[in-house]
């Protein structure tokens, strides 16, 4: 069955860095689309970033982001090792929240890692 796997979080300072993984299994990882959500307390989940899956005619596929992301974050995917990336830069206490990820079409969500931006 599908099954996604998110690791990568953890407690960083403002400022920081860190990179998110997710591991997909249970289905063709290339020929689907991949996001990153993330849900902070008392909060809606909201999309952070998506990745299309690789076509002839853009064989890196295309990337979006939420406009609160935007220079900051950076996704990708390892077709290799069937993971998609998230690599959280200049992160800030506003981007605390679990983050998830998902391949929309399919609808399973993982169990999502914890990011904390604080001081």
């Known amino acids: 069955q599908v099954q996604l796997v998110e690791s990568g979080g953890g407690l960083v300072q403002p400022g920081g860095s860190l990179r998110l993984s997710c591991a997909a299994s249970?289905?063709?990882?290339?020929?689907?689309?991949m996001r990153w959500y993330r849900q902070a307390p008392g909060k809606e989940r909201e999309l952070v970033a998506g990745?299309?899956?690789?076509?002839?005619?853009?064989?890196?596929?295309?990337?979006y982001y939420a406009d609160s992301v935007k220079g900051r974050f950076t996704i990708s995917r390892d077709y290799a090792k069937s993971t998609v990336n998230l690599q959280m830069n200049s992160l800030k206490p506003e981007d605390t929240a679990v983050y998830y990820c998902?391949?929309?079409?399919?609808?399973?969500w993982g169990q999502g890692t914890q990011v904390t931006v604080s001081s």
């Open positions: 990745i299309t899956r690789a076509l002839i005619t853009n064989p890196g596929g295309s990337t």
């Open positions: 249970g289905f063709t990882f290339s020929s689907y689309d």
């Open positions: 998902i391949a929309p079409t399919l609808g399973s």
